[in-house]
Structure formats: C-alpha cells, structure tokens
C-alpha cells in the first residue's frame, strides 16, 4: 500500500503501468484538457493524424484521435480505484499532444480520494464521463464523429484496463468478480449496454473474461491494415472468438 500523496501515487502508478507517465501541475499552454479551448490542439491533433494515415480517410482519423484522448483518462480511473485503492481529481487532468499521439498527463490537484471500491467506481465512472463529454463535444467541433460509437469506444476501453489491472491484482480476475466490477463501471459512467465482459475457455480450462465489443475502431483503415482479434463489424463471431482465445492463450505483458 502506497502512501496517499500524488507523488508517491504516480511514482507507483508509473512503476506498474510504464505508459501511464503524469506529474502534477497546471494544464501548459496546447496540452488538452476539459474546460480548456481545445479547438486548436484537437486540429493539429487530427491533422497529424491524416498526414500520418494518408490513405485512412477522416472517419478513422477522428475515430482515432478519440481513442487518443480517452486511453490515459480510463486506464488511470481503473488502475487508480483497483491497484491502489485510490481516486484523483480527474477533472483536474490534462493531457499532452504529441504529433498524432496524446501521451503523458497532469493532475492538477492534489486530492487522492479513498473510499471502498464500490463508492470509489461509482465516483470514478461519473467522474471520467463527465471529463470525456466535453473533451467528445471539443473533438466533434473540428471532426465528424458519431457521439453514440465514441461512448462504446470509451466503454471498451474502460473493460480492456479493468481486464489488464486484473492480471497484476491478486483476487481481481475471477469471472464472476471481473463481470460485477464490468457493470458496475459501465453502469457508473453511464455506458450500461455499451459493451460487456463475455467467458471463453482456454485450452487448459481456465476460464478467461473477453470484451465483447459493440462497434469498430476502424484500425482496419490504417497502413498496416489490421483487424483487432476483437472486432464485431469485420469478422464473424467464430473468427471473433477464436481469435480472442489464441490472444489469451499467450498474452502479452
């Protein structure tokens, strides 16, 4: 158990999850943040995008400027409530644009909320969607994005980092714990039905929860042309599934 100052939180946090880098201060000038004018940064963030996926066409580069935006808020609401016990003032956060990559983060307050983990998803939940509306409604002025696919994207991305934290939580990865904690988060953020943790069998007879996905990412669009393992629209469910069980089988760190 760390202690509840931000200093020692993100120390941790980086340690367990490398990708989730944040510090403490105000928004900087062209960092992205709700309540800020974001119109200028989410441009450049789009144009980035179409001059890094030329061919893609503007439907992924907005998809994917999205999924930008709503990795670091999510993994952090879930790595934050279940590895620590712990809940930042996420309305205080601000992400950094990179060319076509949003990576690293602020907090700009200081206060580490604790509370059981039941009131800490429901604080959590209401909390990122309020944050994710706002920075949604800022990409969609410079970008056509269809608002209901955004909160399904948000939806599975929220399940995907409750099923990675559980794999470095001891207790966490029972189905039956995994599937209550699923609709607990969805059901706090106002994503009930938006996408939903299915069981599958492996081979050895584990029994391993899956993101059973409602829309695309159009990661297909891009250069390298790649359907996820869990895509809903470009495969049927067999190839689906059977995908997602080859992955599980031998998953990556």
């Not at 712990?86 to 200081?110: H, M, T």
């Amino acid at each position: 158990m760390i202690a509840a100052d931000p200093a020692g939180f993100l120390a941790a946090l980086r340690d367990r999850a490398p990708l989730l880098s944040g510090e403490m201060g105000p928004c900087p000038p062209g960092w992205i943040a709700a309540g800020a004018d974001n119109s200028a940064a989410l441009a450049a963030l789009v144009g980035a995008l179409s001059l890094h996926e030329p061919g893609a066409g503007p439907a992924y580069w907005a998809t994917r400027a999205w999924s930008m935006l709503e990795w670091q808020p999510a993994a952090l609401a879930v790595y934050a409530v279940h590895g620590f016990g712990l809940l930042p003032a996420l309305d205080s956060l601000s992400l950094r644009p990179q060319g076509a990559l949003v990576a690293g983060f602020r907090l700009g307050r200081e206060t580490l909320s604790q509370a059981c983990e039941d009131t800490l998803v429901t604080l959590a939940g209401a909390a990122l969607r309020a944050q994710m509306d706002v920075l949604l409604a800022d990409l969609c002025a410079v970008a056509r994005l269809k608002p209901a696919n955004a909160r399904r994207l948000l939806a599975d991305r929220i399940l995907f980092s409750l099923l990675r934290v559980a794999r470095h939580v001891p207790g966490l990865d029972g189905p039956a714990r995994l599937a209550a904690l699923s609709e607990a988060w969805l059901e706090a953020a106002g994503l009930a039905g938006q996408s939903r943790l299915v069981p599958i069998t492996l081979s050895g007879g584990r029994v391993q929860m899956v993101v059973d996905r409602k829309t695309c990412c159009l990661a297909y669009r891009s250069a390298a042309g790649t359907v996820c393992d869990s895509c809903p629209t470009r495969q049927d469910d067999a190839t689906r599934f059977a995908r997602m069980k080859e992955y599980w089988e031998h998953p990556d760190v």
